[in-house]
């Protein structure tokens, strides 16, 4: 059996790729060049010039042969465009669940199937199994719960989870160091990756306009009943849910209620925020179930950190996700993931819009 490790220069990724070379395969290491010169990211968390030089490191020590595929084209399109017109839209975008769908587990696959692997592996904490009864392949949530990362995978489909290696998901971080530590990795005590990738050294907004080379006009922060309540600098600097960095004098706490780019206005609201008791997610896909014809209880995550929340989903004729809470939620942001979950199996997820 073989595998194309995806490696992108941390700790992670290195103690997979050994780890899928003690069960055995065949490995092949690679790293995903992403970040175009252009983009005037020096530094970017995922594949600088000295990240491949950590990964060509580990792959040598390891004795297998490593490659760097330019993926950087792909990345702009989609993962970096949809950053951007998300935030033009006035909505919240992941650009990491972007990345696993349409670079990690597309791209990067068909170049595994290309040079004859079996399974792309990753460094993700999440653990694959197969259902035989259901005749499913199951994304399950890692058993250390700090590190999880299944809701920034729930777009995996059958076919790609049965092309997958997760082999840190039942490991804790502590234990993956200290294997990279025995194995005299050079970067066993590397600090993780944060944020986004491609932003650094400055905001969002001021990534994105640099790169589109476009001004934001600024408008009104308006309340939840349309009174001015002061300028807003522009929509793409803001998104549901903000409290920082508004600059409105108020007499309790406000948070971004809504951003409206067609009218360029930011509704603010106090009292904790906007709450909301409903959602519904569209571009769906499910993995432990073919489809919810009737209401199934779960519990759903609408943010990577939030605690997950007890509910109830169901699809319309559409095939869109409806969400039901038992307890309101605060700042349910269009553009954000919603993802479901049955005890630790991942039943699917989608756009919230």
């Known amino acids: 059996m073989k595998a194309l490790i995806a490696m992108s ?38 594949c600088s010039l000295d990240d491949i030089q950590d990964a060509r490191a580990v792959a040598d020590k390891l004795d297998i042969p490593y490659y760097v595929f330019n993926f950087t084209g792909r990345f702009r ?52 199994e197969r259902e035989p009864s259901a005749g499913r392949y199951l994304l399950k949530k890692a058993l250390d719960a700090d590190k999880d990362q299944s809701y920034v995978l729930y777009s995996l489909t059958q076919e790609q989870l049965a092309h997958t290696a997760f082999p840190l998901g039942s490991l804790s971080k502590r234990e993956v160091r200290a294997a990279a530590e025995a194995q005299g990795f050079v970067n066993a005590h590397k600090r993780d990756s944060q944020d986004v990738c491609f932003v650094r050294g400055e905001s969002y907004a001021g990534f994105i306009e640099r790169i ?14 349309g009174r001015v309540l002061g300028r807003h600098k522009g ?66 995550k609408i943010r990577y950190r939030q605690k997950e929340q007890p509910a109830t989903a169901v699809q319309d004729e559409n095939g869109d996700l409806i969400v039901r809470f038992d307890e309101p939620q605060r700042a349910v942001a269009a553009g954000q993931a919603v993802v479901l979950y049955d005890g630790d199996t991942v039943v699917g997820g989608g756009t919230i819009v």
């Open 9 to 46: 220069g941390g700790v992670d990724s290195s103690v997979a790729a050994y780890l899928m070379k003690q069960k055995g395969f065949d490995c092949v290491g690679a790293t995903m060049k992403l970040l175009s010169d252009d983009l005037g990211v020096t530094d970017g968390g995922c």
């Open 77 to 128: 399109e989609e993962v970096i465009c949809r950053f951007v017109r998300a935030y033009e839209n006035g909505l919240t975008p992941n650009p990491c669940i972007d990345c696993n769908r349409y670079l990690k587990f597309s791209a990067l696959l068909r170049r595994a199937e290309e040079i004859g692997a079996d399974v792309v592996t990753t460094g993700h904490y999440a653990r694959v």
């Open 212 to 225: 589109t080379g476009k001004t934001y006009p600024s408008g009104d922060f308006v309340d939840e009943s």
């Open 235 to 300: 929509v793409i600097h803001y998104t549901v849910g903000q409290r920082r960095g508004l600059g409105v004098p108020a007499a309790e706490r406000l948070y971004v209620a809504a951003v409206d780019p067609a009218a360029n206005t930011v509704t603010l609201a106090g009292g904790g925020g906007r709450y909301s008791d409903s959602l519904t997610a569209t571009d769906v896909n499910l993995i432990s179930v073919p489809s919810i014809e009737s209401p199934m209880r779960v519990t759903a």
